[in-house]
């Protein structure tokens, strides 16, 4: 299986709002609505964003969104704050019963 | 609280198992949700080796597949992972988790462990 497509590098200003792509096949992001988003600070473990395409866990700030169209999925960050500098990481279920991540993208608040 | 932690040594030689360890707290195995491993390379990024469910067949990562063992003991609460033959590429934070929804996603994270390979 072959990992998804991230950008490797996002940026924006704190209040701007962002988007980080993620772009798999038809056998993955393309077929089922099981895309999930993972942030991870430098040193720590990651943490759910969003499952499921665009459910947010309990806690994770309304600032965060997902979307999915087509074979790519899209997370957007409103509202950008200092806190949000992070790496991000896409995954997608799998016609294989497996999990692809993404090569992750590293977001840098201005 | 759900909480996760690995255990297991830091450094492995190459050719030999990697052998990790997650005890969980906080909730029975046994009630259910499946429990995963999911590696990092230093500076790279995360890639998924396999989920096992409390009960019944694991699934692999199908480029680990044929070295990666995964297993439940439900008595003392916590899972394993066994990787065979390693080399030098299988150094990594090893991470194991929650996964409430087959394989599709990851809800509590252990703190990862550093697992070296070398000589």
């Known amino acids: 299986q072959s990992a998804l497509t991230q950008p490797a590098s996002v940026s924006g200003s704190p209040g701007q709002s962002i988007t980080i792509s993620c772009t798999g096949t038809?056998?993955?992001?393309?077929?089922?609505?099981?895309v999930s988003w993972y942030q991870q600070h430098p040193g720590k473990a990651p943490k759910l964003m969003i499952y499921?395409?665009?459910n947010r866990p309990s806690g994770v700030s309304n600032r965060f969104s997902g979307s999915k169209s087509g074979n790519t999925a899209s997370l957007t960050i409103s509202g950008l704050q200092a806190e949000d500098e992070a790496d991000y990481y896409c995954?997608?279920?799998?016609?294989?019963?497996?999990?692809?991540f993404g090569g992750g993208t590293k977001l840098t608040v201005l | 609280q759900v909480q996760l932690q690995e255990s297991g040594p830091g450094l492995v030689k190459p050719s030999e198992t990697l052998s990790l360890t997650c005890a969980v707290s906080?909730?029975?195995?046994?009630?259910?949700?499946?429990w995963g491993w999911i590696r990092q390379p230093p500076g790279k990024g995360l890639e998924w080796i396999g989920s096992i469910f409390h009960i019944g067949s694991p699934y692999y990562n199908p480029s680990l597949k044929s070295r990666v063992t995964i297993s439940v003991d439900t008595s003392k609460n916590q899972f394993s992972l066994k990787l065979r033959s390693v080399t030098a590429a299988d150094t990594a934070v090893y991470y194991c988790?929650?996964?409430?929804?087959?394989?599709?996603?990851?809800?509590?994270w252990g703190q990862g462990t550093l697992v070296t390979v070398s000589s």
């Open positions: 906080g909730y029975s195995i046994s009630s259910g949700y499946y």
């Open positions: 995954s997608s279920y799998t016609s294989s019963i497996t999990l692809v």
């Open positions: 038809s056998s993955d992001v393309g077929d089922y609505n099981y």
């Open positions: 988790a929650r996964g409430p929804k087959s394989t599709r996603y990851f809800d509590y």
């Open positions: 499921d395409v665009s």
